[in-house]
């Protein structure tokens, strides 16, 4: 008898803790100051694993950079060879989180059960962007427009080839980076895993993202500032740590592999003199544009060009540059002409010889296009090509392949009607 009095008010007390939690939480959801700790599983179990590790790694790589040193470096390379490391793994770990839930965990794996390098990692990422399967439809979920966004990713991952390459000089070599280009790379870093976690079924695990808050300078400051340091360094060792600074800092990587990537790979660990004189060479070439000062010193200063800023110096790249002899700058430029004088009634168009060269280069070749599948042209950028291959005389030049890749044919139909009614017997005929 007294055992049942006990089990029964203990099953009431039990069931008045529950009420009483229930409640709470439903008043809490209501004022929407309560974040549920139970959700849906959106991924594999491997692929959330590594997501998280991603964001811890990139917290920890924003925490230990802003940590006070107490001590002295007697080596001032070592300074951030931990920090910049663990951002490079961040990036790997979000990389193979993709690669994971697109295959399976066996993705990460080469033949002989090694895991494979993060420079094969972010090889199959980009991969996967440029070929997507139909299982990595969830990089794209919710998302208006999957292409764009596969477009914008393979676009950032374009600035962490280089931070792949430091990865492997701050955990094997202890090479370290400075404070302003960890504050880049950080920046970098953070926006492509923003845009990974922008997908519904990624959001989930990438939330709550740190934000880097370091104030970051100009990149064409930051890279005078570190040529200029350049200088003065008489030691492989500081030349190679400076060097690998620079390319980290470049405002704009090749979308193929460039020749100078696996150089800079060997020198962020082992530098050797051959490899710093042929990274130098490319930087001369690769500096952004500056002004000289005309005296015997001969000191210079990075440039910004800004035609939004009414206080900048009036100076636009068509005043720099007298004659465009690639491919992709005749094409902006051939547009350019064809559309501001066509308003004029006047047709002016690209010289037919330039559409078949285009042809037989390929528009991803020519670096027109990234290269991603499906990725579309503008029919103000495609029109005057076409007309220009149905202007000549007898048989038409390749035009096909432009028309294929433009986004509105109705617009491109209307474009080609006007330029019909000014252009010659050939091209009103076509």
């Known amino acids: 008898m007294f055992q049942r009095w006990i ?15 229930r409640n709470y939480c ?19 179990k491997d692929a959330i694993r590594l997501f998280e590790a991603s964001k811890e790694a990139f917290f920890l790589a924003l925490v230990g950079f802003a ?5 002295e470096y007697r080596d001032p390379i070592s300074r951030g060879a931990a920090e910049i490391g663990l951002l490079g793994v961040s990036v790997e770990q979000a990389m193979s989180a993709c690669l994971v839930q697109t295959f399976g965990k066996d993705a990460l794996l ?25 299982r990595a439809a969830f990089l794209t979920d919710d998302i208006p427009d999957p292409i764009a966004h596969r477009k914008e990713l393979r676009h950032a991952t374009e600035k962490l080839a280089i931070l792949i390459a430091a990865r492997a000089g701050g955990l094997h070599a202890g090479r370290g980076v400075t404070r302003d280009v960890f504050a880049v790379k950080a920046r970098d870093v953070y926006e492509f ?42 030691d492989i060792q500081e030349q190679a740590a400076l060097i690998a600074n620079v390319f980290l800092v470049l405002p704009d990587v090749p979308t193929e592999k460039p020749e100078w990537l696996d150089v800079l790979r060997r020198v962020t660990v082992a530098p050797k003199e051959k490899d710093v004189v042929f990274l130098l060479d490319i930087l001369h070439s690769a500096q952004p544009t500056v002004l000289r000062k005309q005296a015997s010193t001969g000191q210079f200063y990075a440039v910004k060009v800004d035609p939004s800023n009414p206080s900048a110096i009036p100076i636009d790249l068509r005043h720099i540059k007298k004659a465009y002899t690639q491919l992709k700058d005749q094409w ?19 010289p037919d010889d330039f559409v078949l060269k285009l042809f037989a280069t390929g528009l991803e070749q020519s670096g027109i296009i990234d290269g991603v599948e499906g990725d579309k042209i503008s029919h103000v950028d495609t029109w005057c090509f076409i007309a220009s291959s149905l202007s000549v005389p007898g048989t038409s ?21 006007n330029a019909a009614k000014i252009g010659n017997a050939h091209l009103k005929k076509a």
């Open 7 to 21: 089990d029964r008010i203990t099953v009431e007390l039990l069931w008045k803790t529950i009420t009483v939690s």
């Open 26 to 44: 439903q008043s809490r959801v209501r004022e929407g100051s309560f974040r549920f700790c139970f959700m849906p599983q959106l991924l594999r």
């Open 67 to 71: 940590i006070p040193r107490q001590c």
């Open 110 to 134: 080469l033949p002989s059960g090694q895991y494979k390098s993060a420079k094969r990692a972010l090889e199959d990422f980009r991969e996967l962007l440029k070929s997507p399967a139909p």
């Open 193 to 234: 895993l923003h845009l990974l976690g922008t997908s519904g079924r990624i959001k989930s695990y990438l939330q709550d993202l740190a934000r880097p808050t370091t104030e970051i300078k100009e990149r064409a400051v930051l890279i005078e500032d570190l040529v200029r340091g350049m200088t003065g360094a008489t």
């Open 332 to 350: 902006i430029n051939d547009i350019s002409n064809a559309n501001g004088r066509i308003q004029a009634n006047i047709l002016h168009l690209s």
């Open 397 to 417: 030049r390749p035009f096909w392949f432009l028309v294929r890749r433009t986004e509105n044919l109705a617009q491109l139909e209307s474009h080609l009607k």
